[in-house]
């Protein structure tokens, strides 16, 4: 569970495992181990169990600050991989064959009963609440992936590509989300919206 909402959380360790990859594309290994070092990081965390969330949110800050034109579009690369690595190591194939059988509603509720559960992966310290079911809306309070930070649009590209590929693999493939709010600019929580069409 997380430790505190003033740091010291721990976050699964895909919240920097998958970014990884795609740094390198990006910019080979120079890029990977700058932003490893940016983030306090002699190594890639271990893929076994959780680590400290905060080397996981410097890294994500380092990417926004080092490469502001490429940012988005890598954290969303990660984000897509995160939620394959999900669906191919953390869902059981048995419970993602139910879903995609039952009707989208039903479906999209049971998954965010799941997400729910297991939101210490990916909000660390910080409070993973749903916040209604039609339409579809949840938020991180004091998101610790983008705490301290400042934007003046919302920036948490990471978490809506994890949700979009979870979505529109298990529910339908036409879930859209949308970050609606951001702490970054201010607001008190990240709120993302998740839709059809």
Same mark, same amino acid.
């Given at each position: 569970?997380?430790?505190?909402?003033?740091?010291?959380?721990?976050?699964?360790?895909?919240?920097?495992?998958?970014?990884?990859?795609?740094?390198?594309?990006?910019?080979?290994?120079?890029?990977?181990?700058?932003?490893?070092?940016?983030?306090?990081?002699?190594?890639?965390?271990?893929?076994?169990?959780?680590?400290?969330?905060?080397?996981?949110?410097?890294?994500?800050?380092?990417?926004?600050?080092?490469?502001?034109?490429?940012?988005?579009?890598?954290?969303?690369?990660?984000?897509?991989?995160?939620?394959?690595?999900?669906?191919?190591?953390?869902?059981? /194939?048995?419970? #993602?064959? *139910?879903?995609? /059988?039952?009707?989208?509603?039903?479906?999209?509720?049971?998954?965010?009963?799941?997400?729910? #559960?297991?939101? &210490?992966?990916?909000?660390?310290?910080?409070?993973?609440?749903? *916040?209604?079911?039609?339409?579809?809306?949840?938020?991180?309070?004091?998101?610790?992936?983008?705490?301290?930070?400042?934007?003046?649009?919302?920036?948490?590209? &990471?978490?809506?590509?994890?949700?979009?590929?979870?979505?529109?693999?298990?529910?339908?493939?036409?879930?859209?989300?949308?970050?609606?709010?951001?702490?970054?600019?201010?607001?008190?929580?990240?709120?993302?919206?998740?839709?059809?069409?």
């Amino acid at each position: 569970m997380a430790a505190s909402a003033t740091g010291g959380g721990r976050i699964g360790p895909n919240a920097i495992l998958q970014l990884l990859p795609v740094l390198e594309r990006e910019g080979g290994a120079a890029l990977r181990d700058r932003l490893l070092t940016a983030a306090g990081l002699k190594a890639p965390p271990s893929d076994a169990g959780m680590m400290d969330e905060r080397p996981a949110a410097a890294m994500h800050q380092a990417l926004r600050r080092e490469l502001p034109d490429r940012a988005a579009e890598l954290a969303r690369a990660a984000g897509l991989a995160t939620g394959d690595y999900i669906l191919a190591h953390r869902i059981p /194939r048995p419970a #993602q064959a *139910l879903l995609r /059988r039952l009707p989208a509603p039903v479906a999209a509720w049971l998954l965010t009963r799941a997400i729910a #559960q297991h939101s &210490w992966t990916f909000a660390g310290s910080g409070r993973f609440e749903v *916040l209604s079911t039609r339409p579809l809306s949840v938020r991180i309070v004091d998101n610790p992936v983008v705490r301290g930070e400042t934007a003046t649009e919302p920036i948490c590209h &990471w978490h809506v590509a994890v949700f979009e590929r979870l979505f529109t693999e298990l529910v339908h493939p036409d879930y859209r989300v949308r970050e609606t709010a951001c702490c970054a600019t201010g607001a008190e929580a990240c709120v993302f919206e998740l839709t059809r069409g």
